[in-house]
Every structure is written in C-alpha cells, then in structure tokens.
C-alpha cells in the first residue's frame, strides 16, 4: 500500500528519529554499486565483460541504470577476463572484467594468471558475500584475496563503502604504472548496496609503499651507451616491454641510428617491421637461426624490456659459454638478474630510457666500427642463408599449416590486422610466418601458455577496433576450451574470422611425444572432434571447410569478404606437419632442430 510523506513524518516522530534539513551543500548520497559505476566512468571504461550472479546484483542494478559503459555478457568467466585482456593488449588501456564470488572468481583465476604472466594492465571486479558472513562458508563464498595473491599485481577488499572510491583509484593507478598488471578489487555484497556520501572520484593517488622508478639512471645510461657504440658484435633484443611502454617508435629510431641487427620475442613481435633487413626473426625454442646464433655470439647485448625467460635463452649454462657485456633496461628491478647476470643494469621506464639513449648518441662525435659491423653483418647473413623456415610450399596433396597463415599474411599485410591466438603448434607458426610490422597487432598468451584465449582476445579487440579485420589462429583443441563465446560473438555482433589448422591432434604434445618420447602418442589425438562447420552454424555464423591446397586462398578471400559475420574456417592440415626449428628442452639455443632429417 502507499505510505503518505505525513504518515512517514508521524513514525519518525514516535521513534524519536528527524529527517536533517536538505542542505545545497550536502554531498549526494549513493549506494557502493553505483559509486563504482561513477569510479568506472571517471576512469572512461566503455567497455567491461563479465557475469552476473547473486554478489553483484546491486552493481549489475546500477549498471541497468547508465549507457556510458557497454557490458558484454560473456558464457564464461574465463572468456570475461580474457576478452578484456585481449582489449587492453591490443588499446594499451585497462582492460575491466566483473564476476560474481565463489565460482564465479575461481573461473576467472586462468585469466588474470594469464595477465599477470604478460603484464596486462587489468582491474578484475569481483563480488564477495556480505563482510558479517565471510570467513563462515557461506553460500559461494572464496578467499578471493587468498586465492589471487600470487597471480595479481596487487589485491584488495573493500569493507566500507567509504573506502571504495579510494581504492578503485589505487587499482588503476596499480594496473597501469611501473610493470602493468592485473589488480583484483573484492567487494561484499553489502559494500555495494550501502550508502555513503559521494565527494567525487579522486584527482590523485599517493601510495607511499609504491613508487616505480620511471627515470633510468643518467651514468648507466652513458656506460651503456659506451658499451654499445665500441661493440663489434652487437645486438638488441627486445620483449613484450617494448609494447607495454609504448616504446616502438623510439626503438625504431635506436635501431635505423646504429644499423645494428634487432630481435623481438614472442611477446614483442611487431615492435620493429619484421619486414626490415635488420629483424633477424624470433629467438628462442622456435626462434630462426640467425637470430638464435646471434644472441650467442654478440659481444654486446642490449636486452629492453625482455626477461632472459627459459623458452628465449634455453639452457642458462650454454648461454653462460659465451663471454659478452649485457645492458639490461627494465621498469621492474625485480626481472634484472634474475636469470642472466648482467653487467649494466638500468631501472626505468624504457620509453624514457630509450629517449635519453638517442639523445646521448646524437650529442656523441663517437660512432659504431663500420668495418666489424659490416663483418658482424656478414656472418648474420650467412646463418640467414640456411632459411631455416623453409616447408614444403609445393605440396598439393594436403594443406601445410604454414601455408595457411602465409597465406593469410600476403593477403592482409600493409592493412589494419589483428592477429590472435591460442596455444600450440598454430600459435607457433603464426609468429614464425606472419611478419608483424607494426606493434599490437599480435595478440596471444605468451608465460602461462593459455590454451582458449584465441576467440575471446578476438571479441575483445573487435569490439575496441570494429573496423579493423580481426583473425584468431588457432587448432581444434584449443578452440574448443572457450569455442561457447561464439554465442557472445553473434550478440554483441563482433564479426571475428576463425582460422582453425585442424590436424586432429593436440599438435605440440603430438611432437614433442615424437621427438622426446619414442614416438608414444599417449592421449594427444583427438578421437571425436565436432563438426565445425554445423556446430559455427549452430551459434548463428558461417562455417567452411577447407581438405585442398588449392582452396585455402579461396576460403580465405570469401571469409574477408563476409564483413558482418563471423566465419569458422575448419582447415584440414597435415597431421605429421611439426614446428621447426626447434630446441629441445635442457640445450642451448644454437643446438637447433631444423627439420626431421635431424631427429
């Protein structure tokens, strides 16, 4: 029944309580859920993924209550903290994913550990049951903070609303400062549905236990520039930090002033045009030749934004044989030395870095040894000649995997493309042989080696880049881990293109059970695989399948064609097809496969 303004008037009168006077001063009072909402609109999120369930209904209420942020229903939360990892890898902006607790946060754990692996600058809301009931069992209830403290940058738990705008801006200044990372912001249920007076989101954050060094150190800078300018066998490799400082342009710059030859990990691909002379390809497990023997025999090496991991280096004691000087910049002083001694280490942003690099070098009369640089590049050019990746282009029996993303290259190169990926034997072939020229456009999970990225990194980016042509690379076991979100796909109508190299195996088990264990394929076949074209038609999108040679640029030409869908290309590669080179576990990095006449 309706309640009168008087009858109110008179109960507040018989339990003695008094409305206080409207004041034009007085703040606004608003529910936790809804500063939230104003917290994310300050920071211009438009975009978030995520799923509702009972801890985050208040804050799904106050999303129903604005437009200026798009959610996008994902079908797991998995998929939510990957889609928004695969936005902000491919923007450079935080990525924003919401669940709910219990269930709902232990889905999501995959997907910010494959954040945090990489350095993905990511806020992950999610919901907690009410602070009187935690630490009880309650129904859905998980130590969230407990559970994602070895995989986060930082974690919090907000027990009073007071407390939530604060620490949404902590959390973001968290995420994308120093070594960017994802940040977990746990909030009980109660927490966002009790009020407190809004005095505005914060212009400013001091955290006096956290303060990233962002200017290297001046007198290191000018060792190492010493280092660089008198080396005869130098060398630049460069990491997934290049990306994440936004440092392409200046690396671009330090790299056309000297002449010297470059490398880009796996994560780092792209930050200099795979298309120039000076790219010696990717190093490492599945690296070329020339860029494998070059970071073991250089005399100096200049590592920005890399980390010495055990896929790029191989083994540390074959590394260690060879006698040369290391420059090491990094934003994290905790990944210098870490794997590699190095002899200059520089802490600091290494956009800012670079910068005062190419300052010094232009000030500086000293240049390169012109004549050790040409018989540096001499020998380069001579592992270069072996073509280690070389396959059997003219096969027209069965489809060759790395004729596929070839293919695909010569058809998208010079065009805005964004290239995603899940994990195995494809993801290798798409670094080997598309050749990323510009940064950001290579998107796939490199530490934790996440099988089921490939789709919802690609929905993630479609959507920040609806303009752009988005391909996700990936095989049929690793597709179907999230192959749901191609329901998610048709209702938030971000079109993607599906190149699946279907070769009925899980492909790098399959090879290294070849290679390393006698050829005993122990459960890496793939005994009842779908239909993939029924099944992509059944969510509402094409599919193709593709069994010859000859029709693969066919398929493709028509599935780019086809703007507004989303396509599945079912490519029946060669099932015996491996990756090479390749280097084994426990050798170094220039004691390569190069093919099966090696094994």
């Not at 192959?483 to 079109?495: D, G, K």
Request: charge should be neutral.
């Amino acid at each position: 029944m309706d309640i009168s303004k008087a009858e109110i008037a008179s109960a507040a009168a018989a339990t003695g309580s008094q409305t206080p006077p409207a004041s034009a001063s007085a703040p606004q009072e608003l529910m936790g859920a809804d500063i939230l909402v104003q917290c994310l609109q300050a920071e211009g999120v438009q975009y978030m993924w995520g799923y509702p369930g009972g801890a985050v209904l208040y804050i799904y209420d106050a999303l129903y209550r604005q437009d200026s942020i798009q959610h996008v229903l994902v079908r797991h939360e998995q998929a939510a903290v990957h889609a928004a990892d695969g936005f902000a890898r491919a923007t450079g902006e935080v990525g924003v994913a919401l669940v709910t607790s219990g269930p709902g946060l232990t889905n999501a754990v995959t997907g910010i550990a494959t954040a945090y692996m990489d350095s993905i600058p990511m806020v992950i809301i999610s919901g907690q049951v009410p602070t009187p009931a935690i630490g009880l069992d309650a129904f859905q209830e998980c130590d969230t903070v407990g559970i994602t403290r070895p995989i986060v940058k930082h974690n919090f738990l907000v027990k009073d609303v007071r407390d939530l705008a604060l620490t949404l801006k902590k959390a973001f200044h968290v995420a994308r400062t120093g070594r960017p990372g994802p940040v977990v912001v746990d909030i009980p249920k109660d927490v966002s549905f009790k009020k407190t007076p809004w005095h505005g989101y914060p212009a400013s954050v001091e955290m006096r236990s956290y303060n990233p060094v962002k200017k290297g150190h001046a007198g290191q800078i000018r060792k190492a520039l010493q280092l660089l300018l008198t080396a005869k066998r130098p060398y630049i490799y460069t990491g997934g930090g290049i990306l994440l400082g936004n440092a392409c342009q200046e690396l671009r710059t330090l790299v056309d002033m000297l002449g010297y030859p470059v490398t880009n990990t796996l994560m780092g691909l792209g930050a200099y045009p795979a298309s120039d002379r000076k790219f010696l390809g990717m190093p490492g497990m599945h690296g070329t030749v020339e860029a494998n023997n070059a970071m073991q025999h250089c005399d100096v090496l200049l590592a920005v934004g890399a980390r010495f991991d055990d896929r790029v280096i191989g083994n540390p004691k074959h590394f260690a044989q060879n006698e040369r000087k290391i420059i090491h910049v990094d934003i994290d002083p905790s990944s210098i030395s870490k794997r590699v001694k190095v002899d200059i280490p520089i802490v600091g942003d290494v956009k800012d870095v670079l910068n005062e690099l190419i300052s010094m070098i232009r000030e500086s009369t000293v240049r390169p040894d012109a004549g050790a640089l040409s018989a540096w590049w001499e020998q380069i050019e001579a592992w270069r000649s072996r073509d280690c990746l070389k396959y059997d282009r003219g096969n027209t029996e069965v489809i060759k995997p790395q004729y596929v993303v070839e293919t695909l290259w010569n058809m998208t190169r010079g065009e805005e493309t964004y290239i995603t990926s899940d994990v195995g034997q494809h993801q290798m072939w798409a670094a080997q042989y598309y050749r990323f020229d510009e940064p950001r456009r290579w998107i796939n999970s490199g530490g934790l080696g996440t099988m089921g990225v490939g789709i919802p990194y690609a929905m993630g980016i479609k959507l920040a880049k609806p303009d752009s042509e988005v391909f996700c690379i990936t095989g049929e076991g690793s597709v179907q881990m999230n192959i749901q979100e191609l329901s998610t796909c048709l209702q938030y109508n971000t079109p993607i293109k599906v190149v699946s190299l279907n070769n009925r195996y899980l492909g790098m088990v399959r090879q290294w059970q070849e290679i390393e264990y006698s050829g005993r394929y122990s459960h890496s076949y793939m005994d009842a695989l779908p239909n993939f074209v029924k099944l992509a038609e059944a969510y509402g999108h094409v599919g193709m399948l593709i069994e010859r040679p000859q029709d693969v640029e066919p398929a493709l030409r028509e599935a780019r064609k086809l703007k507004d869908r989303t396509v599945f290309m079912d490519f029946r590669t060669d099932p015996t097809e491996n990756v090479f080179p390749m280097v084994q576990a426990g050798k170094g990095i220039t004691e390569m496969l190069l093919g099966s006449e090696d094994l």
